[in-house]
């Protein structure tokens, strides 16, 4: 095992313990030790996990921006003593976008595989490039590529209008998701289907990439024009649209490497950490928060739990994941989703926050989600990759879920949430900042959505 222990400054919350996991899911052991020694003192546990493109700093800074909100709130409710505890797992990010509200922590990345450029981020090699912090970042989560990384921002760099150095490049980047997906297919598709290749590491690069520059500039990023009809030649007039996409088609090789890590993290990693809480201090509720991938994470913790394991509670904010994964028969497919029948491990509520204001998920998420083998090709262009099949719960709730009600926040924090079971809540009305391409993704830091997480836990008078 090979985890770096962090230090983290989460000072508005105590106690408040750090547990770092490795890409195979193995602890901290000194961290892990710690919790379990004191954590029985705890009435409630409440855990949270950040998304696959937060560094330590850009975590910290997550929790602390997201607990300061707690102590205030359970003023009114003085019995219980709530311990709090922040995942940190390997993730990476790309430095091109900040987060709203956290200017002085870590930029991050949110398109398709949450990560997307910035407005200025638009024609010409100086964008396209790979920054330095990008680079080291990608060093660090896929360790042993550095030639190839070497090359990928030499070809990034230079856009040369060879074809062959295309078809390259789309080598290179598909070899370092191969570096970095480890584990089985089982952790890929949350839908439950066969696990396959994403088409975007599969189709002709050329076409992939000019999918993917439309695609950015569906959300609102700039790129290069797309050549009209009868112009230049392709590497001529669209080389540079193409090179805008190739870039994007490397921040979704890191999405596919960090989905099925987080997959990973939760099931190997967490849950069993979970099921030692539950042995050691068998009286504390367990509560789970997550954002972005680390929805991910907390949900496939509980498939780590053991047989007549669970939570109290589980809270997704902006899930980037299918909102089929807990369904059982789809519309598509007669398989229930890669976690169904998990939620009877939750013995409260289990809660999906979904906003109309997520561009990462209502526009990217499908591109990145689409794998090899289905009946449509990614040749369709954008608007045949937003249906149903690939849609994310942070953008539309559960889905073909029966049961699971869909309450405006509003309603949910007025007393409706139920006590028991999976619900949808549209927190549009408070996740709602955030610029193109990747809009409200990271806009969660609300008392509303604080309150939300003690309403599920049960803990919040009326």
Not at 67 to 89: C, D, K, N, S, T
Not at 91 to 119: C, G, K, Q, W, Y
Request: proline share 8%; aromatic share 6%; net charge negative.
């Amino acid at each position: 095992m090979a985890v770096t222990t962090v230090t983290t400054a989460v000072t508005c919350v105590a106690p408040y313990w750090d547990l770092t996991f490795d890409a195979q899911g193995d602890p901290d052991p000194r961290q892990r030790d710690a919790l379990l020694a004191a954590v029985g003192d705890r009435t409630d546990l409440v855990l949270f996990s950040h998304g696959w493109n937060n560094d330590v700093s850009t975590a910290t800074a997550l929790y602390e921006g997201f607990f300061q909100h707690f102590p205030a709130l359970l003023a009114a409710a003085p019995g219980p003593r709530f311990g709090y505890a922040g995942v940190h797992w390997p993730s990476m990010r790309f430095s091109d976008e900040p987060i709203p509200d956290f200017p002085h922590a870590a930029a991050v990345t949110a398109l398709s595989a949450l990560a997307a450029p910035a407005p200025a981020d638009g024609p010409g090699a100086g964008a396209t490039a790979l920054d330095p912090p990008t680079r080291a970042a990608l060093g660090e989560v896929f360790p042993g590529s550095g030639p190839a990384l070497d090359r990928i921002a030499e070809l990034l760099a230079t856009r040369p209008e060879d074809p062959e150095r295309l078809a390259e490049f789309a080598a290179l980047v598909r070899g370092l998701a191969a570096t970095g997906t480890p584990h089985t297919a089982a952790l890929t598709d949350d839908t439950g289907a066969a696990g396959a290749e994403p088409l975007l590491f599969t189709e002709d690069p050329v076409t992939t990439c000019l999918a993917l520059a439309s695609a950015l500039e569906t959300a609102g990023a700039e790129v290069a024009p797309a050549q009209p009809a009868g112009g230049q030649a392709l590497f001529g007039g669209l080389g540079k649209r193409v090179w805008d996409g190739a870039k994007e088609l490397l921040r979704q090789a890191t999405y596919y490497a960090m989905k099925r890590r987080a997959g990973t993290v939760g099931q190997r990693g967490l849950g069993p950490l979970l099921a030692e809480v539950a042995r050691t201090a068998p009286a504390v509720r367990v509560h789970l928060i997550g954002h972005s991938f680390g929805a991910r994470l907390v949900s496939f913790a509980l498939g780590g739990l053991p047989a007549g394991g669970s939570v109290a509670s589980v809270t997704l904010l902006q899930g980037a994941f299918s909102h089929y994964v807990f369904s059982g028969p789809q519309p598509f497919a007669a398989k229930g989703g890669a976690l169904h029948g998990m939620q009877q491990r939750v013995t409260g509520p289990l809660v999906a926050c979904h906003s109309r204001h997520d561009q990462a998920l209502g526009v990217f998420y499908p591109l990145a989600s689409r794998l090899a083998g289905d009946d449509e090709s990614l040749l369709g262009g954008v608007s045949e990759l937003l249906g149903d099949r690939w849609g994310a719960l942070g953008h539309d709730g559960f889905q073909a879920l029966s049961g699971a009600p869909e309450l405006t926040l509003e309603r949910a924090l007025a007393g409706e949430l139920p006590r028991t079971g999976c619900v949808s809540v549209d927190a549009s009305a408070v996740v709602c900042a955030g610029g193109p391409p990747s809009g409200a993704h990271s806009d969660i830091c609300h008392a509303e959505l604080a309150e939300l997480v003690l309403r599920a836990a049960g803990r919040m008078p009326g």
